[in-house]
């Protein structure tokens, strides 16, 4: 029996492999994400992320801001960040997809790892057919205790194609509407029962001193524990040109019965269209300092 589940998961895990590769925009998407993480390495992280971050690119610090202008005038610090993918995906046209996974950061190369955490990051195709983050969100967490399987991706030299000429981008507001509904529902039903409407199993959430919490089950049994009330309101957005994938973030409010879970939050979701109904494929929240 568990030579047969044993097998069953390696089928699993190379059918997953294939149909990464089969699609040439998410096999683009993740190598990009790699070539991320080699210029990191090679030019350090300030500089790497202004190579891909879109010109309206968001980062955190510790509030939404353009990330081309903040880290532009930004010192550059030693360090090495590193990361990889273990989840990613893809709208149905190709011009939007995220990518998420576990990072960690060293004073230099030959030292140990003093940080450890995991990202979130929504890439958007710009004009010239290549891939730039639109976003990007993650939290802190102690030392893994077990080893992630990074994504693969093919080697090609064929370039992605354009955006098609006369392609328009498209508000968020449907999404944005989402996040409202999720607050209006949260407020008669709780936050377990509404997020468990909201997810599917690939879903993850990810949340400071915590691992990825993956899949309704997880996810519902975390927040089984809150008992208050989440207002989120939204403040930007983009949605892929398919409608079938988009981001919204802005700041969260939670009052709850544990008040060490009171306060204000940065939040980031990732939105995928499953059917007729939109799902959280990852949800990200940082609590603000209080000063």
């Known amino acids: 029996m568990k030579k047969y589940l044993f097998a069953l998961i390696c089928l699993v895990f190379v059918c997953t492999i294939h149909a990464q590769i089969k699609n040439p925009n998410l096999n683009a998407l993740i190598a990009t994400e790699y070539a991320f993480v080699s210029a990191a390495a090679e030019i350090g992280t300030r500089d790497a992320f202004l190579k891909f971050i879109a010109d309206d690119g968001i980062i955190f610090r510790p509030n939404a801001v353009n990330g081309k202008t903040y880290l532009s005038n930004a010192q550059k610090r030693p360090g090495l960040l590193n990361w990889y993918p273990t989840y990613a995906g893809i709208s149905r046209d190709g011009d939007m997809g995220f990518t998420t996974g576990p990072a960690d950061f060293k004073k230099d190369k030959d030292s140990s790892a003093i940080w450890f955490g995991n990202f979130s990051t929504v890439w958007q195709k710009q004009t010239d057919g290549e891939f730039r983050f639109a976003i990007d969100m993650g939290c802190s967490n102690n030392k893994p205790t077990e080893q992630y399987v990074p994504l693969k991706y093919e080697m090609t030299s064929s370039n992605l194609s354009a955006l098609r000429k006369g392609m328009k981008r498209i508000k968020a ?22 997020y468990k409407k909201f997810i599917n199993e690939e879903s993850r959430l990810l949340r400071d ?83």
């Open 209 to 291: 001193e915590l691992y990825p919490i993956i899949g309704i089950t997880a996810i519902t049994d975390h927040f089984s524990k809150n008992s208050g009330t989440y207002t989120f309101n939204p403040i930007g957005g983009k949605i892929s040109s398919s409608k079938d994938l988009g981001f919204t973030y802005g700041e969260l409010k939670i009052s709850d019965s544990d008040e060490t879970k009171n306060g204000t939050y940065n939040y980031m979701h990732v939105w995928k269209k499953e059917g007729k109904r939109w799902i959280i494929i990852i949800d990200v929240a940082n609590k603000l300092e209080t000063k």
């Open 173 to 194: 507001d449907e999404l944005f509407n989402n996040d409202k509904e999720l607050t209006m529902i949260i407020s008669k039903m709780g936050v377990a029962s509404t």
